[in-house]
């Protein structure tokens, strides 16, 4: 189970990495319309719509691959400088409270997606449903939630890392 969810975050970052690419391209291509209006090109309607939920979305698919792999910016003056003891409590804690944080955090990005869906809400421009860009979130929201937990359990040493897995990076014990 847990080499399934360090597969499914790694996956989701590959996916934010295409998504965030693709915005990237589309930007060119729509930059590139507007300078050469005069020959009958145009700019991508819509492009930045597309921009404010691509990057969204990439940004929660990124986070949990990013939290494996020990990615988040940490000052260490100090924790260094802790017993191994309380460095694994620290870690643990603060993995918990993060946990709790990413459960309310989908929560309410499932409730937002239910508004949207209901009211039908649309992007100004493209007339997308909004909803499309929560649904999106939510995948990233679910993989974080099962990163966070599966990282407890191995902190609590009732799951192991997958096989393979440079965790010396990640372990804080």
Same mark, same amino acid.
Request: positive net charge; glycine residues 8%.
């Given at each position: 189970?847990?080499?399934?969810?360090?597969?499914?975050?790694?996956?989701?970052?590959?996916?934010?990495?295409?998504?965030?690419?693709?915005? +990237?391209?589309?930007?060119?291509?729509?930059?590139?319309?507007?300078?050469?209006?005069?020959?009958?090109?145009?700019?991508?309607?819509?492009?930045?719509?597309?921009?404010?939920?691509?990057?969204?979305?990439?940004?929660?698919?990124?986070?949990?691959?990013?939290?494996?792999?020990?990615?988040?910016?940490?000052?260490?003056?100090?924790?260094?400088?802790?017993?191994?003891?309380?460095?694994?409590?620290?870690?643990?804690?603060?993995?918990?409270?993060?946990?709790?944080?990413?459960?309310?955090?989908?929560?309410?990005?499932?409730?937002? +997606?239910?508004?949207?869906?209901?009211?039908?809400?649309?992007?100004?421009?493209?007339?997308?449903?909004?909803?499309?860009?929560?649904?999106?979130?939510?995948?990233?929201?679910?993989?974080?939630?099962?990163?966070?937990?599966?990282?407890?359990?191995?902190?609590?040493?009732?799951?192991?890392?997958?096989?393979?897995?440079?965790?010396? +990076?990640?372990?804080?014990?």
């Amino acid at each position: 189970m847990i080499a399934l969810i360090f597969r499914a975050a790694r996956w989701s970052a590959i996916l934010g990495g295409v998504i965030l690419a693709s915005i +990237m391209l589309m930007m060119v291509v729509s930059v590139a319309g507007r300078v050469f209006i005069f020959l009958g090109l145009s700019p991508i309607p819509g492009d930045f719509e597309l921009v404010e939920v691509g990057t969204a979305v990439a940004v929660f698919l990124f986070l949990p691959w990013c939290f494996l792999r020990a990615g988040h910016a940490s000052v260490d003056l100090i924790f260094i400088h802790f017993p191994k003891s309380v460095q694994w409590f620290i870690g643990t804690l603060s993995n918990l409270l993060m946990l709790v944080f990413w459960l309310v955090l989908s929560q309410r990005l499932w409730v937002g +997606m239910m508004n949207k869906k209901e009211y039908f809400e649309t992007t100004f421009i493209l007339l997308m449903p909004i909803w499309w860009g929560y649904a999106l979130c939510m995948v990233g929201a679910v993989v974080g939630c099962l990163a966070y937990f599966a990282k407890l359990l191995i902190d609590f040493r009732l799951a192991k890392y997958p096989k393979g897995w440079a965790h010396d +990076m990640t372990e804080t014990s």
